[in-house]
């Protein structure tokens, strides 16, 4: 369970911005090294609260099975994510940031989904670490009240993401490793423009020093 709120006085009086969530975890050594996780994290709560956990809130599923020893493979994550039509969004306050002025939340933006899959093979010093990654970002546009809570307004297009990549390190020394990545990724529907399509990728480099 984490809690913080933040105020903001104005002209008009103080304006209150509050974030909650709730972690589960779950552990099963046998199955693999097995842990199963879940989380759900709220901006604010309305009276519907139902409403709120399908439209406001940002889920996050995961499992990692972090013992597998097949050969080279040696884990294996998945991770299922959503996050509500304002996630990182708010007209007064930098949501996601906690009062320290530090990050706290989901980087995937508002009404995104995410299915992240990655496996970790060893050999020696050696770690290569494969991924996939496929995201779906809304065009939908909302509106809100205490009443009904959140609804749509106007259907929009949907963006599509398909990205692929892989990580790598070595460690040169005990205290030296060169660790670096690269990814491609396919956009459709790019910047929710139908029948667009782009393509990106990236590629990063660096070398760390552990003392």
């Keep these: 369970l984490e809690h913080f709120g933040r105020t903001h006085e104005t002209a008009a009086g ?3 911005n ?3 969530s709730f972690d589960l975890s779950i552990r099963v050594p046998e199955l693999r090294g097995a842990r199963l996780y879940y989380e759900i994290a709220f ?3 309305r009276k519907a609260f139902w409403n709120s956990v399908r439209y ?5 599923v995961g499992i990692e099975l972090a013992d597998l020893k097949l050969g080279a493979w040696r884990r294996l994550f998945i991770e299922l994510e959503h996050t ?16 320290a002025g530090r990050t706290l939340g989901s980087a995937l933006g508002p009404d995104g989904t995410s299915l992240w ?5 060893e050999a020696r010093r050696f770690v290569l670490s494969p991924w996939v990654e496929w995201l779906r970002f809304s065009g939908d546009q909302y509106g809100s009240d205490q009443t009904r809570g959140v609804f749509v307004t106007v259907v929009g297009p949907i963006e599509h993401r398909q990205r692929l990549g892989a990580d790598a390190q070595v ?18 529907n790019a910047d929710l423009v139908n029948g667009s ?10 070398l760390s020093w552990t003392p």
């Design 56 to 60: 406001d809130a940002d889920h996050l």
């Design 18 to 20: 509050n974030r909650l």
């Design 84 to 99: 509500g039509w304002v996630s990182q969004e708010h007209s007064v306050f930098t949501t996601g940031m906690t009062n």
């Design 197 to 206: 399509t782009k393509y990106s990728g990236g590629v990063r480099a660096a």
């Design 14 to 16: 103080t304006a209150e």
């Design 117 to 121: 899959l990655r496996a970790d093979f």
């Design 171 to 188: 460690a040169l020394t005990q205290s030296l490793a060169l660790s670096g990545g690269i990814f491609g990724e396919r956009i459709g």
């Design 43 to 45: 901006e604010d709560t």
